[in-house]
């Protein structure tokens, strides 16, 4: 690792990697609100607040039951104290993304007491993994599933020193939690690392209360019942059914939802682990590594190979479900290049600037790339935004060049800078797909002067917050588009449609396809519909 032997030097590790979060944060400014994770989860908190009940999560007048209500209690909370705004359900993604960051931190001075260093490099490790800097802002549910996995983390630790009774309390408080947050999959997380304790928890001469695990699981499942059984009992039989057989079975070895095969995550690691799999100081320092010896590594790699295998056996496989296991790969990293002996020789270093230069190169070619070169907005890209991710690549190479190595601390920020400017470069040209405001301000309008709108297929509550909307909006599917019509000629019919249409009322695009709005009176029969292909 870096010597961190002057003062100086140890709190440029220690107190840096704050403003370097900060600096993460701003790219917010440069976005808005991305549908459709993001709109419907603040439109699903928009929905409970407008009814005053905090009890039953609703989406577009219908009980939502996909979500525990965790995330969107920590976003009522905030409209508490400050009032219904935007900016406040924007930061708590990442209010938790700096948690992780801390947690990660007072984990790895847990597991290596006598190894300080280890703390101080595991925050820039995270920061710095491509997977886990993407979502570090946004307002999902992954990274406060990530802070309650590190919680329970912390609690196991604990409890393997001796501390039963803390070390119970951290882990019932962080089951409860995670359950609240994103329901069982916090138990996937969990069980591979107590269950193989004994594995990894070393020499320890203390004897802990092995009676108090399960009394744990029992107590964090008792605060997670205690809002679902209420919320059971207030939002029906149906969505009573739902949580707690859909959310525990349906959604985990059931669902044909996000369907992938068991090796797709392996297709990604080269992305999500990015740039540590291309850093020779990494894997040089690995061969010499002496796993037996070393409780803290068994931790995180059953924690991180535990995890992922579970979560490649499952059908249901979304790219951000592993960032909870992000923390484990950090700590892992920071352990194995502080040591002593790691190795020094880093002539190949040079291969994460020649990474970071492709995607300099990709942004300023993005126009003429096959395939993306259809894409409308990369027509009108300016590559000084590719160049700027370029002069951060020949920086590092320079810096490789003059002293050796690439220092962990350069990369980070290069990082986080790269990725901010490629923020900065997508939305501003590409923004106008994702920023639905201009559509819910129009709807609203028009349920102003109640005029009938009904959304055509599945509508995911894309515009109730952005427009704070007070009433459902109605829901039909495409053979139900005449009659409708015909029931309402000076209505609207709303649809997501993948080809530019034509003669139509209201017309923006959403991501890679087109919001329109039709008069349901203009149309002039069931041929004006056949060559849409709507979602």
């Known amino acids: 690792m870096d010597k961190l032997s002057d003062t100086a030097r140890q ?14 944060t701003t790219s917010l400014v440069f976005r808005s609100i991305i549908p459709i994770d993001e709109t419907r989860y603040l439109s699903v908190a928009w929905e409970m607040w407008l009814r005053n009940d905090f009890l039953v999560p609703y989406l577009n007048g219908q009980p939502y039951s996909h979500k525990p209500p965790l995330l969107f209690w920590l976003i009522q909370g905030g409209w508490v104290v400050f009032g219904l705004n935007e900016w406040w359900p924007r ?35 995270l920061i710095a993994t491509l997977l886990w800097t993407l979502f570090a802002t946004a307002a999902m549910f992954d990274m406060l599933l990530a802070d309650c996995v590190l919680l329970a983390m912390l609690g196991l630790l604990v409890f393997n ?30 069980l591979p690392v107590a269950l193989w304790l004994n594995f990894w928890r070393g020499d320890s001469k203390m004897a802990p209360n092995w009676l108090a695990l399960p009394c744990a699981l029992l107590a964090g499942i008792g605060l997670a019942l205690a809002w679902a059984v209420p919320a059971a009992t207030f939002g029906g039989a149906d969505y009573g059914q739902a949580i707690f057989w859909h959310q525990t079975v349906d959604r985990t070895i059931g669902t044909e939802i996000h369907a992938r095969p068991f090796y797709w995550y392996v297709l990604f690691l080269p992305l999500i682990l990015f740039p540590w799999l291309v850093w020779s100081r990494l894997w040089q320092s690995s061969l010499t590594v002496p796993w037996r010896a070393d409780p803290g590594l068994r931790f995180c790699l059953v924690w991180l190979l535990g995890g992922f295998s579970v979560f490649s056996i499952l059908p249901s496989k979304q790219i951000h479900y592993l960032i909870p296991l992000l923390p484990a790969f950090a700590l892992w990293v920071a352990r194995i290049i502080s040591r002593p002996h790691a190795h020094a020789d880093t002539g190949v270093d040079k291969i994460i600037p020649l990474a970071v230069a492709g995607i300099g190169l990709v942004l300023i070619l993005l126009p003429y790339l096959p395939g993306l070169s259809k894409l409308h907005w990369t027509q009108t890209i300016q590559p000084g935004w590719g160049l700027a991710v370029f002069s951060i690549a020949v920086l590092q190479f320079l810096i490789v060049r003059l002293s050796g190595k690439l220092s962990l601390l350069y990369l980070a920020v290069s990082i986080v800078v790269a990725i901010v400017i490629s923020f900065r470069c997508f939305f501003q040209y590409n923004g106008a797909a994702y920023d639905l405001r201009p559509a819910a301000e129009h709807l609203k309008r028009l349920n102003e002067q109640h005029i009938p709108c009904v959304f055509i297929g ?46 139509v009322d209201y017309l923006q695009p959403h991501r890679e396809s087109w919001l329109v709005f039709r008069m349901a009176g203009r149309l002039t029969g069931p041929q004006l519909w056949a060559n849409q292909k709507l979602w």
């Open 458 to 503: 599945n509508y995911q509550g894309q515009l109730h917050f952005l427009g704070r909307l007070s009433q459902p909006l109605a829901t039909i599917n495409a053979s139900e588009i005449i009659e409708w019509a015909r029931r309402h000629p000076e209505g609207y019919l709303i649809s997501l449609e993948k080809n530019q249409p034509t003669a």
């Open 11 to 24: 709190r440029l590790y220690g107190w840096g990697i704050w403003p370097l979060w900060l600096l993460l």
């Open 91 to 125: 930061l708590v993604g990442p209010g938790c993304a700096l948690i992780n960051l801390w947690l990660s931190r007072k984990l790895a001075y847990r597991l290596w007491p006598d190894a300080p260093e280890v703390g101080l490099l595991t925050p820039w490790i």
């Open 161 to 190: 020193q001796g501390q039963s009774g803390k070390g119970s309390l951290y882990l019932a408080v962080a089951i409860g939690l995670g359950l609240l947050a994103k329901g069982p999959v916090v138990l996937l997380h969990i």
